[in-house]
């Protein structure tokens, strides 16, 4: 939109153990667009790395007064009226929200360089009390101001959805590199949010170096047939980097459209699966998007995002790891015209560390 908004909704939704990632595929697919025709904006979309069933994300307006114009015009739509059904039943609670407005100093375009969104949320009694926290947290930030929010005292004037009202909010929204230090805050009792944004959420982290870009024909290099041998970690994330197992596999790659597009499939007989992925260039940003589907689940993964540099590639996303939340990594290593090899890594404290968990080494066959 053209505009910069003056009021926002910071909507925090419980949702239905194990769907959450329903809701935000079906959020992303259809509501996006849809609230932009009807002069919304959208600058974030979050999963919260602490509470694997929560979706957190920022709506903005205009100002108040157009604000019932526009969410009626949204949840009076088609769209709306088409999914809400699909949407409603993914969540067990909707009406977390607190109705926001800027205060301080405008925040300046950052860098767009950070492992994880913080949320910090205080509760406080005046505004000089949002001044004070502002200064101390600002003191002591080791990564970049996205936003600061204070409640907006103005009644809720589209009832139909309820707000938290009777309550003031300072709201500070961070992109920091290895977490934020609550500590500082402890005199206000501060809730700490650790955000990872979704797949189609305005605000980034860009945690592929920008130095890792991509271009058509990046992976051009794996057209034809590859042996592949795969040693893949067992058990993640535990401490425990013995319990490795191999296995064998056969891979046959393609590249479509002038190689902005790469296409592969993995048959692991002895294992009893095969694999698919799908690589996407998208032209403006430089990024690859790399998706996964296995025949266990047929289901496509979330993507990772990344590209090149020489002949290294890295890739950035999000997994789910026994119910957990972690970042993933895709490496990819051009050894030579006949060899290549793939590792995947998880973290669970915010990218600080890496724990390799699968390998494939690939031999081009004749």
């Known amino acids: ?40 904006v959208l600058p974030g979309l979050f999963t919260d790395m602490d509470r694997p069933d929560r979706f957190v994300w920022l709506r903005g307006f205009a100002d108040m007064a157009t604000r019932p114009a526009a969410l009626g015009a949204f949840y009076g739509g088609p769209v709306w009226q088409a999914h809400r059904n699909a949407a409603n039943a993914t969540m067990i609670d909707s009406d977390d929200v607190l109705l926001l407005k800027p205060f301080g100093a405008p925040v300046p375009g950052g860098s767009g360089a950070g492992r994880l969104f913080v949320c910090v949320d205080c509760v406080i009694q005046t505004d000089a009390d949002a001044a004070a926290i502002d200064a101390v947290l600002t003191a002591n930030l080791d990564g970049e101001l996205v936003g600061r929010w204070i409640t907006d005292p103005t009644p809720n004037n589209f009832p139909r959805l309820p707000v938290r009202e009777g309550e003031r909010h300072a709201i500070w929204l961070l992109r920091v590199g290895d977490g934020f230090d609550a500590a500082v805050l402890s005199p206000w009792s501060p809730q700490v949010l650790r955000l990872l944004p979704t797949a189609r959420s305005a605000l980034r982290l860009e945690a592929a170096p920008r130095a890792f870009v991509g271009h058509a024909g990046d992976f051009d290099f794996l057209v034809g047939r590859w042996a592949v041998r795969n040693t893949r970690l067992m058990t993640r994330l535990r401490g425990n980097t013995t319990d490795w197992r191999e296995f064998h596999g056969v891979q046959q790659a393609w590249t479509h459209m002038g190689g ?46 990344g590209g090149w540099l020489g002949d290294r590639g890295e890739f950035y996303g999000l997994d789910d790891e026994a119910g957990r939340q972690v970042l993933v990594r895709f490496v990819w290593e051009r050894l030579d015209a006949d060899t290549a090899r793939w590792t995947q890594a998880y973290s669970d404290d915010a990218g600080r560390s890496w724990e390799d968990n699968w390998r494939m080494d690939f031999t081009r066959l004749p």
């Open 260 to 305: 902005q597009i790469s296409f592969d499939e993995l048959s692991c007989e002895s294992e009893g699966f095969t694999g698919a992925t799908m690589r996407t260039l998208d032209v403006a940003s430089q990024q690859w998007a790399i998706y996964w589907v296995s025949s266990r689940s047929g289901k496509i993964s979330a993507p990772v995002h």
């Open 1 to 40: 939109m053209s505009f910069t908004p003056t009021v926002f909704e910071l909507r925090n939704y419980t949702l239905h153990p194990g769907r959450r990632d329903e809701l935000i595929a079906l959020f992303e697919r259809e509501f996006i667009e849809a609230q932009q025709d009807c002069g919304l």
